[in-house]
């Protein structure tokens, strides 16, 4: 795939690895790149476009989908965390809105736009999960389901989109160097890194990209039997 053909929709493109991915497919030669968040703050030229959208807003991403015709890949990258316990009186509350950005604003963009991409003849919707869509773990019950939940879409996805010309890739990795993992004290992936690892995969004709040992380690682990339970 050359990226030169390619008209590119980034959501959650301000900071980390959003605004990752939109420098390196503006290095990379995007004939264009929209780059979208709630409220831009990113660099304006001619390859690169700032647009006000929020995922969770549906009559706005519908307005978008029709605002721009000419898309031929989706970068859903839009994403929140959010700590959770099964013992929080609201963690119903905290999950509702996690998955309303995580899981559905994924899919509310992905509809929007993929009768544009085929309209187009084709390209890619690329949904950027997470080693936590097979990892559990104290505090992380919300975001962890978001993208376990998120994974299936994207397999359902796939199996819709790729025979109308669309590629659905996954992208995994486990500790990135944004925002969100600002407090977590340990190693971290570079956003840029990230970034051009997907987009290397991307153009190769991957479906799913593991970016990492974490990510690599997570899916295998669970493929493990579950443990039985011991009082």
Do not use: C
Not at 128 to 141: I, K, R, Y
């Amino acid at each position: 795939m050359d990226y030169s053909d390619m008209v590119v929709l980034v959501t959650g493109a301000n900071r980390g690895l959003g605004s990752a991915f939109v420098s390196a497919l503006a290095e990379l030669g995007a004939k264009h790149v929209y780059a979208s968040a709630r409220h831009p703050e990113g660099p304006q030229s001619s390859r690169i476009t700032p647009v006000p959208l929020d995922v969770t807003d549906r009559t706005q991403v519908a307005a978008l989908a029709q605002s721009l015709p000419d898309v031929t890949m989706v970068i859903n990258n839009a994403g929140i965390h959010r700590r959770a316990s099964l013992f929080d009186a609201d963690v119903v509350d905290i999950v509702d809105v996690v998955s309303r950005t995580n899981l559905l604003g994924t899919l509310a963009v992905s509809a929007a736009f993929a009768p544009v991409i085929t309209a187009n003849g084709g390209g890619v919707i690329a949904n950027v999960l997470s080693a936590g869509s097979w990892l559990a773990g104290p505090g992380n019950l919300a975001y962890a389901t978001s993208k376990a939940a998120a994974l299936s879409l994207t397999n359902n996805m796939r199996a819709e989109l790729n025979p109308r010309g669309v590629q659905v890739t996954a992208i995994h990795a486990g500790f990135i160097d944004t925002d969100m993992m600002a407090t977590f004290p340990g190693p971290k992936l570079s956003p840029r890194a990230v970034a051009d690892a997907a987009l290397a995969a991307i153009a190769a004709g991957s479906q799913e990209v593991l970016v990492d040992g974490m990510s690599q380690k997570a899916k295998s682990a669970s493929a493990l039997a579950v443990a039985r339970f011991a009082d």
